[in-house]
């Protein structure tokens, strides 16, 4: 278990990095103020963000589903309230977000499974979901055709993949004033409410260096996928949302 109390490096951001260890303390330090962090970054609309991903994740009525990364549960706990006859399971490599997933499980009585796993090394085997998610978290991958690969792999044949993720400022009025926002301003507030300006450079370093909307939808087709791409409010979030073929 990592110790949040001791110092660790700024991850390394972007595709096929080593970066593994310093995600993992980066989270657990920041886990406390993770939630309310989410709400300054995505502008205070992230729960609309998660609404739409989640419809579409569901759309197949899903029996089994996986939330890869799942943090402090939010997505994986929205997911079980829309469709309470699935048995969803989140799962995420930082014990200490676990842990408050857990805390939320047990207040809003939703009957989640909490298991701690690797996103590049899924303990699960071939075709066990008919959904797999991942909101906020893929960009933290150090090698994303790994992790697209290891999503297919738990898919069952026809199962749907939704990511949600903030893909890069668009180039327009809108995009450079949240890129401004993002640069400046965020890191700042970060370091103010969780105590590690790191996070919060890592943050907005990690969103700059994303693959842009249609290289991640090539890449998801190249791992097997049907895919589309949805950008929600002015492009700040994006939905990418494949079925296994």
């Known amino acids: ?14 595709d096929r990095q080593d970066k593994g260890a310093d995600v993992q303390a980066m989270f657990a330090t920041i886990a406390p103020h993770y939630d309310l962090l989410n ?20 759309a197949k009525a899903p029996r089994r589903v996986l939330d890869i990364a799942t943090g402090t549960g939010d997505f994986a706990l929205e997911l079980k309230r829309r469709a309470p006859y699935a048995e969803v399971t989140g799962s995420d490599f ?51 055709e790994r992790g697209l690969a290891e999503m297919y792999r738990v898919l069952a044949p026809g199962g749907r993949l939704a990511i949600l993720e903030f893909p890069p400022p668009a180039e327009n009025l809108f995009g450079q004033v949240y890129r401004l926002y993002f640069q400046q301003v965020l890191p700042r507030i970060g370091a103010v409410i969780s105590g590690d300006g790191g996070a919060y450079t890592y943050l907005p370093e990690s969103v700059l260096a994303f693959p842009e909307p249609r290289t991640l939808l090539a890449m998801m087709r190249q791992a097997g996928f049907s895919a589309r791409y949805r950008p929600l409010t002015f492009g700040i979030a994006g939905l990418w949302v494949a079925d296994k073929r």
């Not at 939703?110 to 996103?119: F, I, N, P, S, Y």
């Not at 008919?130 to 991958?141: I, K, L, P, S």
Request: hydrophobic fraction near 40%; glycine fraction near 8%.
């Open 94 to 144: 930082v014990p200490e977000m676990l842990e408050l997933a857990r805390a939320k499980g047990r207040q809003t009585g939703l009957k989640v499974t909490w298991e701690e796993g690797d996103a590049l090394h899924l303990p699960y085997p071939d075709a066990s979901f008919d959904a797999v998610t991942c909101a906020f978290g893929f960009r933290n991958f150090s090698d994303y």
């Open 1 to 14: 278990m990592t110790d949040p109390q001791r110092p660790h490096s700024k991850p390394a951001v972007g």
């Open 39 to 58: 709400r300054i970054l995505s502008l205070g609309v992230d729960q609309t963000w998660r609404w739409t991903a989640a419809r579409e994740a569901l």
